[in-house]
């Protein structure tokens, strides 16, 4: 069988290129990709894949139009608030500041307008041209987001077979890319609940196949215990930086700075090592909490691009195994640092509320974040400088109960191998 995957992001998903490679063992396998990231793309994946660039859209004023209808009028997901904020959040994450004002003023237009285009009405407006090869390809493969609507909407009118996996847990609540015509392979049961209750989809549509992502997971637990051997001679606190976007990526470190401060004020020994969030474009920035005697940085893993070896995957876990404490805003890694025994902790800290949208407290009460790990009551969910100091200094009494929010954040997902992801996704 030959399988097509639409593809971009290449580079950081690391689990997307191992999950493709081992369906090349299978299968034939065609890579779909926009033309922008076809180099990005070859010294990934060199010559042992076929790639062919998507050159379906049409530079006409149809087109624009229905973009722009789409842009201004279409149905959002039942997480609206969720949906603006990332959209802010993606403003203020382009590198070039000089759009941000057209942009906000657009996106403040649309918030009061009516929402009444559905994605698949959307698809259907637009005229693509048929250039690209497909007629050869048995399955096609979709991530989110989509990347390229004229494909898809050319699929869709061609009846090829389709399915799309939906990558990540905070996709059903902050994008309008679904398609009701089409089948979904998601996490696991509560984003399977997400794609109904937020886009609509039937749940008939929706497989629970599990995560690419936790696959590594899967990797880790299977590495012999000589291989976890720690990385630091001293006791630590592995901090996961969670945002790319500058206004708070520094506001981040500057949260860093305080941890630091508060652990000296209690006298605790321990270090804060801190690992940079892997998709920030200013890594210079963490340089300065160099300067603090506590503070570690944990940068080696980085890249040319944004890849990151298989071997850093695993140091990665093997830094959070050897950790008193996991911190974290709300990241992926906070979810992953679930399945080690090191107790996760999210921050959310009364002073993170000022009551403008792009704030940390936004960042942390996300839709998905609530929903999976802001679990009230729990002594894992760290609220003021009190309650820090107040967990650090009675965290040897405390483990078995923080791990107790691991545990349960652990039943969520089945962890899958690599293999099993890969045969699970192509049928």
């Not at 309008?176 to 886009?199: A, C, H, P």
């Not at 570690?296 to 995957?313: C, P």
């Not at 691991?406 to 191998?417: D, E, F, G, Q, Y």
Request: proline share 4%; charged share 25%; net charge positive.
């Amino acid at each position: 069988m030959k399988v097509g995957f639409v593809v971009h992001f290449f580079d950081f998903r690391n689990d997307v290129r191992k999950v493709i490679e081992l369906v090349r063992q299978q299968h034939e396998v065609v890579l779909l990709v926009r033309r922008a990231d076809v180099e990005i793309i070859r010294t990934h994946v060199g010559g042992s894949v076929e790639i062919r660039v998507v050159d379906e859209e049409k530079k006409t004023l149809r087109n624009r139009a229905a973009m722009q209808m789409m842009r201004f009028f279409g149905v959002l997901p039942k997480s609206t608030q969720n949906y603006y904020l990332m959209e802010m959040f993606k403003i203020y994450g382009n590198p070039n500041p000089a759009v941000r004002p057209t942009a906000v003023r657009a996106l403040e237009v649309a918030m009061h307008l009516p929402k009444f285009v559905a994605y698949d009405t959307f698809l259907s407006w637009l005229d693509y041209k048929a250039a690209t090869r497909i007629d050869d390809i048995d399955q096609f493969i979709c991530f989110t987001e989509i990347s390229d609507n004229f494909l898809l909407a050319r699929l869709l009118d061609e009846e090829k077979k389709l399915a799309v996996y939906v990558y990540s847990w905070d996709h059903p609540c902050k994008q309008v890319r679904f398609s009701k015509r089409v089948r979904y392979m998601v996490w696991n049961e509560g984003i399977k609940k997400d794609m109904t209750e937020l886009q609509g989809i039937p749940p008939a549509q929706v497989t629970v196949t599990g995560a690419s992502q936790f696959a590594y997971v899967d990797n880790y637990q299977r590495l012999p215990a000589h291989r976890k051997t720690p990385f630091f001679d001293f006791p630590y606190i592995y901090f996961g930086c969670s945002i790319g976007i500058p206004e708070l990526a520094a506001k981040e470190i500057e949260l860093i700075r305080q941890l630091g401060n508060w652990l000296q004020e209690i006298g605790s020994d321990l270090t804060l090592v801190v690992r940079p969030y892997p998709n920030f474009r200013h890594w210079e920035w963490y340089q300065a909490l160099t300067a603090l005697p506590n503070v570690v940085l944990d940068d080696r893993f980085r890249a040319a691009d944004l890849a990151v070896s298989e071997d850093n995957i695993m140091e990665k876990f093997i830094k959070i195994e050897h950790a008193r404490l996991f911190i974290h805003l709300g990241t992926t890694l906070g979810f992953e640092a679930c399945f080690t025994d090191t107790p996760s902790i999210i921050l959310d800290l009364k002073s993170f509320k000022t009551g403008k949208p792009l704030s940390i407290y936004n960042f942390v009460h996300q839709y998905q974040i609530e929903k999976y790990l802001l679990k009230d009551g729990c002594p894992n969910i760290v609220r003021s400088e009190s309650a820090f100091k107040a967990l650090v200094k009675e965290l040897d009494g405390k483990r078995a109960e923080l791990l107790q929010y691991n545990h349960a954040v652990r039943r969520l997902i089945t962890i899958k191998s690599f293999e099993a992801f890969a045969r699970d996704i192509v049928g």
